[in-house]
C-alpha cells in the first residue's frame, strides 16, 4: 500500500503564498498523474489541481486563477503544490492524491473517484 505524506501547510495572511509537498512510498511514482483536493469544515472535497503522468499537462479548478502550480519532481518521488495570492476561503485540509491508472490518457482528473490513494492531509488557514 502506497503512503503519501503532506507537508507545507500552515497559518499565513491573505496575500501570502505556500508550497505544498506530498512525498510517495511507492513504486513507479513516474508512471501515475498526481492530484490535490481540499476539504473545508462543512463543505465538500474540491478538486484542486493535477498534473498528468508524463508533467506535460496541468488541470486546475475553476477557483484557482492562475494563483497555483502543480509540478511533480519524479526522482524525489514528490509532487508539489505552489500557492500564490492566498485567500481566506481556501483554507482547508489539502489532500493530494494518486491517480489510479497508470500513463492515465483520460480526462476525469478532477473526479476524486479516479483516485485510490490519499494522504493525511496538510491544513492550511489564511487570515484575512
Known amino acids: 500500500q502506497v503512503q503519501l505524506v503532506e507537508s507545507g501547510g500552515g497559518l499565513v495572511q491573505a496575500g501570502d503564498s505556500l508550497k505544498l509537498s506530498c512525498t510517495s512510498s511507492?513504486?513507479?511514482?513516474?508512471?501515475?498523474?498526481w492530484g490535490w483536493f481540499r476539504q473545508a469544515p462543512g463543505k465538500e472535497r474540491e478538486f484542486v489541481a493535477a498534473?498528468?503522468?508524463?508533467?506535460?499537462?496541468?488541470y486546475y479548478g475553476t477557483f484557482v486563477k492562475g494563483r497555483f502550480t502543480v509540478s511533480r519532481e519524479n526522482a524525489k518521488n514528490t509532487v508539489y503544490l505552489q500557492m500564490n495570492s492566498l485567500k481566506p476561503d481556501d483554507t482547508a485540509t489539502y489532500y493530494c492524491?494518486?491517480?489510479?491508472?497508470?500513463?492515465?490518457?483520460?480526462?476525469?482528473?478532477?473526479?476524486?473517484?479516479?483516485?485510490?490513494?490519499w494522504g493525511q492531509g496538510t491544513q492550511v488557514t489564511v487570515s484575512s
Open positions: 492524491a494518486r491517480l489510479r491508472i497508470t500513463r492515465y490518457t483520460g480526462n476525469y482528473y478532477s473526479d476524486s473517484d479516479e483516485y485510490d490513494s
Open positions: 511507492g513504486r513507479s511514482f513516474s508512471e501515475y498523474p
Open positions: 498534473i498528468s503522468w508524463s508533467g506535460s499537462s496541468t
